[in-house]
């Protein structure tokens, strides 16, 4: 999911009442929620980055790992603003174990929500580079935004006011969001299993969560190379018709792209070029988006 809804559930955890566990709980909680992304930064690499985003930082090692880093840094940042005589009279005294536990429960919640989508996660890297994806909710949800927003305004301005009960709305957004989820999980499985006929063969099925509307789903279905996108066939020709490993070997964008892609298809385009593109993120009028050209020869005969 995006850096916002993961630090909104961080943000939520911590007013549910986290927060008064031990100081600088919050940066622990919100910062935590996000630590996995840290490897953005490999973006850098353009198409390589393919292979190596939502693995290595979001794998059983990171979860230990990152935490403990975390916690330290933010236990080491208190004594240093009391060395100083800078710390904040009003923070509650700092307990290591106790960040180390909200940083190690917020890291928890990243490869939780990443999986969620379509573009899936390698949930148990480094000891398998396998891809899981729970096509659940689209990437960016502003139904979780809107919701989860609202309680955390409205918990944070009962507190500073009111001085009643601030954990209540936060404890129901993070209640509501989990249902929510529950909900789309049951419509997923429900559009998967509907399936009944597809022109390009049901090998892979996958209901396609959109943007804005949460109960309605996208569906692919297909394999080998040719796939429809509810009902109707993409542009593709069979895998078997072209030799991907020689162009893989030779072209590293290829090699990470096949290594990342669940639903790979060649599409012949009307400029004579190759393109070497995933079903679950077609659109024909973004040439550049999830797409490797390929040489001519890597499919023989293929126009």
Known sequence: ?????????????????????????????????????????????????????????????????????????????????????????????????????????????????????????????PFSSRWFHGDVLFIIDIWLWLGMGLALWLSLRRERTTGGDWRKPARIALAAATAYIGVNAANTARSEAAVQDAPTGQDLIIAKPVPLNPFQRELVTGGEGLYAVNGTALPGVPLSACDLDRAAARNPDVRAFLFWSLA????????????????????????????????????????
């Not at 973004?286 to 126009?303: N, Q």
């Open 264 to 303: 790979p298809f060649v599409e012949p385009g009307s400029d004579g070029i190759l393109r070497l593109r995933d079903a679950r993120f077609y659109d024909p009028l973004a040439r550049d988006r999830f797409t490797v050209p390929l040489p001519p020869e890597t499919c023989p005969g293929v126009r």
């Open 1 to 125: 999911m995006d850096n916002l809804t993961h630090g909104l559930v961080g943000a939520l955890m911590g007013q549910a009442g986290l927060k008064r566990r031990t100081g600088l709980a919050m940066p622990a909680l919100i910062i935590g929620a996000n630590l996995p992304d840290i490897d953005a930064a490999c973006t850098l690499y353009g198409v390589q980055s393919l292979a190596m985003r939502r693995g290595l930082t979001h794998g059983p090692l990171a979860w230990l790992l990152l935490p403990i880093v975390l916690a330290a840094l933010l236990y080491a940042f208190d004594r240093w603003q009391a060395g100083r005589g800078k710390r904040p009279a009003g923070r509650l005294p700092v307990h290591f174990g106790w960040l180390w536990a909200l940083s190690f429960a917020a890291c928890l919640t990243h490869p939780a929500l990443d999986w969620l989508n379509v573009y899936g996660i390698r949930l148990l890297e």
